[in-house]
């Protein structure tokens, strides 16, 4: 395992220690949020207290079948990027980082799709997969005919990124593609929900995420399983066959309670035959590219770059 960052590690363990200050002066979560605390989250910005700024640039849609997607298309497309965001299945949505998918798509010359999935735990397991395939075989069908390129791509962040693995696992599986989407980008995801070790011991630091908040979300999105059930293929993408599956860039924080689930699926993803680039950010909690970081200003530099070349 190759730790990359390391000379940002001072600034980036003292933000640490001043998110894991406020978080203690405020009352702590454990297991799933409330109604009201679901309300606050899915009203405001990931991390944040405010709404998330919805730019002009995006364009909402409503595929056959019913399913929401929000749509950047830059001057220029050479691919396309479904982004599936991040919330622990029960908040967050696709305008909620407009100004990074913007950014991200005229830089990288990408038009961006991202998916409206139904939330738990008003809709549990398995709605949001159902929505993320749905999208995703509508790209495949329709991106030549909107958007000039068969070139796909697929990722996202948290909850999105073990979305985005699903996705691909059920197109393989339900519908026999594979190859179509050329590349996959995963950011910190959970792929083991029966929790792995480094999930289990994480402990209650007032980090982003730890191992009661992680529980809470499973509870929320698989409510009527435990955890032999979540080791499911089907719901936790680490215990799936993964051949057949395109390149990848894996990318988790040395401190985010999900450490393991990227290393463990980095080498399984590589087992199977796929080329994988692991990135492992020192001091990096989970969901750091949400925050004013060098790491983060870095990171996203990463993405953009390996978006705009995989699949070409």
């Not at 390391?6 to 978080?23: G, I, Q, S």
């Not at 948290?158 to 197109?171: F, I, M, N, P, Q």
């Not at 980090?207 to 080791?231: I, K």
Request: overall charge negative; some cysteine.
């Amino acid at each position: 395992m190759t730790i990359t960052d390391e000379d940002c590690l001072a600034e980036t363990l003292r933000f640490n220690e001043r998110f894991a200050a406020a978080a203690a002066s405020r009352p702590a979560r454990e297991g799933a949020p409330d109604a009201a605390l679901l309300a606050a989250l899915r009203r405001n910005r990931l991390a944040g207290d405010t709404p998330p700024v919805r730019l002009p640039q995006g364009r909402d849609r409503v595929l056959a079948g019913g399913v929401k997607v929000r749509v950047f298309v830059p001057d220029h497309v050479d691919g396309v990027y479904l982004h599936i965001h991040g919330g622990g299945w029960a908040f967050g949505s696709a305008d909620g980082q407009d100004e990074r998918l913007w950014g991200l798509a005229e830089q990288a010359r990408l038009a961006v799709v991202g998916v409206e999935y139904r939330l738990a735990p008003e809709h549990p397991f398995p709605a949001g997969p159902d929505d993320c395939e749905a999208a995703a075989r509508w790209l495949v069908d329709h991106a030549a005919a909107e958007f000039g390129t068969q070139r796909l791509l697929i990722g996202g962040e948290s909850a999105g990124a073990h979305l985005s693995v699903l996705t691909l696992l059920r197109l393989r599986d339900r519908h026999g593609v594979t190859g179509a989407f050329r590349a996959a980008h995963l950011l910190f995801g959970p792929y083991d929900l029966s929790m792995t070790p480094s999930q289990r011991l994480f402990g209650s630091k007032r980090l982003l995420s730890n191992t009661e908040t992680l529980r809470g979300s499973y509870e929320l999105f698989t409510p009527d399983m435990g955890p032999e059930q979540r080791r499911d293929p089907e719901v936790s993408p680490l215990f799936a066959d993964l051949a057949g599956l395109p390149p990848a860039r894996i990318v988790v924080g040395t401190e985010d309670p999900l450490l393991d689930d990227s290393l463990f699926l980095a080498r399984r993803w590589q087992a199977s035959g796929a080329p994988v680039r692991l990135g492992v950010v020192a001091g990096a909690m989970h969901g750091f590219t949400l925050f004013p970081l060098t790491i983060t200003e870095r990171e996203l530099r990463r993405e953009r770059d390996f978006l705009s070349t995989a699949g070409g």
